[in-house]
């Protein structure tokens, strides 16, 4: 009923920028919080950052001032502006989309992206 499709990742240089995109897509009314996660090699999964429909942000401690998740409540896509990456910022970055309304069943669902990869390292 509802997709994920993550965008953006790649291999980039330390002290790179990169910018992945989320783009939600269903029956979809409305969705509460749209966030960032990511998952490296032996590594629990661990949020890096979050925003919900009002705009109030959250973010891990290792990536406060150097990402930014922003979100086009429009389109129902989320964002997140990575500067300075470094090595221990390589990962699967995932995206989650939680509190969605659909038009076809009551209750509250969420849902996850497939995955995009982002390497660091020169």
């Known amino acids: 009923q509802v997709q994920l499709v993550e965008s953006g990742g790649g291999l980039v240089q330390p002290g790179g920028s990169l910018r992945l995109s989320c783009a939600a897509s269903g029956s979809i009314v409305s969705i509460y919080a749209m966030a960032w996660y990511r998952q490296a090699p032996g590594k629990q999964r661990e949020l890096v950052a979050a925003i919900t429909s009002g705009g109030s942000t959250n973010y891990a401690d290792s990536v406060k001032d150097r990402f930014t998740i922003s979100r086009d409540n429009a389109k129902n896509t989320v964002y997140l502006q990575m500067n300075s990456l470094n090595p221990e910022d390589t990962a699967v970055y995932y995206c989650?989309?939680?509190?969605?309304?659909?038009?076809?069943?009551?209750?509250?669902?969420?849902?996850w992206g497939q995955g995009t990869q982002v390497t660091v390292s020169s």
């Open positions: 989650n989309a939680d509190g969605v309304v659909l038009t076809t069943t009551l209750g509250k669902y969420r849902y």
